[in-house]
């Protein structure tokens, strides 16, 4: 039988200050590597030190979230920041993560950037290779994950820099490969079901279906699953259950 290997990927550590989000100690659990928010759309240091600190202890791989200096929107309105500004904010909470992991005796394992920084990143190649040169500055060895088939992927390997092309369990697709906009009302899969056929489909065939029924080809390193949902948990042991019977290894990429 042939025996696959992916990753379980989930964005943490988003609370800020006295205000909750998700259920980090749970999700831990079920997912093998964890995308920690650096301060700038949401979490703060002491949020970063306590994540960081849960994943190691759960055997987590840690990766950096840089996202846009957006609070108030959470990180997903787009920004026209330029190229150096892209860096420049990308050094600042990568560089963050990789000194509070490293205080913890850990090792940074990722970047991953969050929100529209990422979907914007993924069809600009400017930002894409400020990104890229940024975690390259912080450590040659971090991987650099990125949506399948995006200027992300491509800017980093330009670079030298090992990637992860990440697809996504419970977001549809266009027909370009690009995941659809939050602003959609189909941007969500809602149905459990559903999502996990998706994610099969995307690690055993290396496609998947496009909103308009197009069959898009897509490669899976890591799989991302949100933790902010209202079956957040549930779904991710659901998924984990899933791909454990398909004897699919979970683990770090």
Request: charged letters at 20%.
């Amino acid at each position: 039988m042939n025996i696959k290997q992916i990753d379980l990927n989930c964005d943490m550590g988003e609370a800020f200050g006295s205000w909750p989000m998700g259920n980090d100690q749970k999700l831990m659990e079920a997912i093998s590597s964890a995308n920690i928010a650096c301060g700038f759309h949401a979490g703060d240091a002491s949020i970063m030190r306590k994540t960081a600190q849960l994943a190691l202890e759960n055997g987590v791989a840690i990766g950096a979230h840089p996202g846009f200096p957006d609070l108030q929107g959470f990180g997903r309105r787009n920004m026209q920041l330029s190229p150096q500004e892209i860096y420049d904010i990308c050094v600042y909470q990568i560089g963050a993560m990789f000194g509070t992991v490293r205080a913890l005796g850990g090792k940074l394992h990722h970047v991953k950037p969050h929100g529209a920084l990422y979907n914007m990143a993924a069809k600009d190649i400017a930002l894409a290779k400020a990104i890229a040169e940024a975690t390259r500055a912080i450590h040659p060895e971090l991987i650099l994950y990125g949506l399948s088939g995006s200027h992300l992927i491509s800017e980093a390997e330009k670079l030298g820099l090992r990637t992860a092309s990440e697809v996504f369990a419970d977001r549809t697709y266009q027909n370009d490969g690009s995941l659809t906009p939050r602003t959609h009302a189909n941007a969500m899969i809602e149905d459990t079901s559903l999502a996990v056929e998706q994610v099969i489909q995307m690690v055993e065939q290396k496609s998947v279906f496009a909103t308009d029924g197009t069959k898009v080809g897509i490669k899976a390193d890591t799989i991302c699953v949100h933790g902010d949902g209202n079956h957040a948990v549930e779904f991710a042991f659901t998924l984990r259950k899933e791909l454990l019977l398909r004897n699919i290894t979970i683990k770090p990429v």
